[in-house]
């Protein structure tokens, strides 16, 4: 199993940005695809982008489109989340996931295999 290891949240101004990272405890290629998802205290764990570490095709959630970009970088190990224009509602704890062999890959927690412990993302008025 891919252990992860989340870092880069922190307190932030609306309007403010902040960059997420992921550590992998192996080769991004080897892994099909990861996700980072975010939780919001008393909601569901929501899927807000993914990218497949083969191709570099990436896809995000109606919410942070335009605002949120992920990446990987293959050469060490890591997917990026880097966040702009944050809102109050992108409060929550951001966790990376990673679904290791094919299949497909979405905003479903299910989809993934592993999950990191996560990294709060604080954004004030």
Known sequence: ??????????????????????????????????????????????????????TGSAYYSNSVKGRFTISHDNAKNTVDLEMNSLKPEDTAMYYCAARSGGGACGFSTAWYTSWGQGTQVTVSS
């Open 1 to 54: 199993q891919v252990q992860l290891v989340e870092s880069g949240g922190g307190s932030v101004q609306v309007g403010g940005s902040l960059r997420l990272s992921c550590a992998a405890s192996e080769y991004t290629y080897s892994i099909f695809c990861m996700s980072w998802f975010r939780q919001a205290p008393g909601k569901e764990r929501e899927g807000v982008a993914y990218i497949y570490t083969g």
